[in-house]
Nanobody, 115 residues
Framework: QVQLVESGGGLVQPGGSLRLSCAASGFTFTAYFMNWVRQAPGKGPEWVSK????????WYSDSVKGRFTVSRDNAKNTLYLEMNSLKPEDTALYYCARGRPIDYWGQGTQVTVSS
């Protein structure tokens, strides 16, 4: 069955960095766009970033553009999100999500930005 397992979250100070990973299994990874979506406490889901099948094209929300970088390693069936210059407002549960439109989500990894 489809599995998306996120990791790499944690507590970081403002201005710090984190790298999230998402291990995918149970489907043909190279056949799908992949996304990162986040949900802050008390708010609805917010789409963060998307990457094309071969990793050649990426998209970002305005709130993270220039600070976050999405990438994928198709040989390892893994999606990444490099997050730099983190702000308290980046605090959220970060989900890896499959497809365009999104049809499957992982369980999420918590990112907390606080001093």
């Amino acid at each position: 069955q489809v599995q998306l397992v996120e990791s790499g979250g944690g507590l970081v100070q403002p201005g710090g960095s984190l790298r999230l990973s998402c291990a995918a299994s149970g489907f043909t990874f190279t056949a799908y766009f992949m996304n990162w979506v986040r949900q802050a406490p008390g708010k609805g889901p917010e789409w963060v970033s998307k990457i094309k099948f071969d990793g050649g094209t990426t998209w970002y929300s305005d709130s993270v553009k220039g600070r976050f970088t999405v990438s994928r390693d198709n040989a390892k069936n893994t999606l990444y999100l490099e997050m730099n210059s983190l702000k308290p407002e980046d605090t959220a549960l970060y989900y890896c999500a499959r497809g365009r439109p999104i049809d499957y989500w992982g369980q999420g990894t918590q990112v907390t930005v606080s001093s």
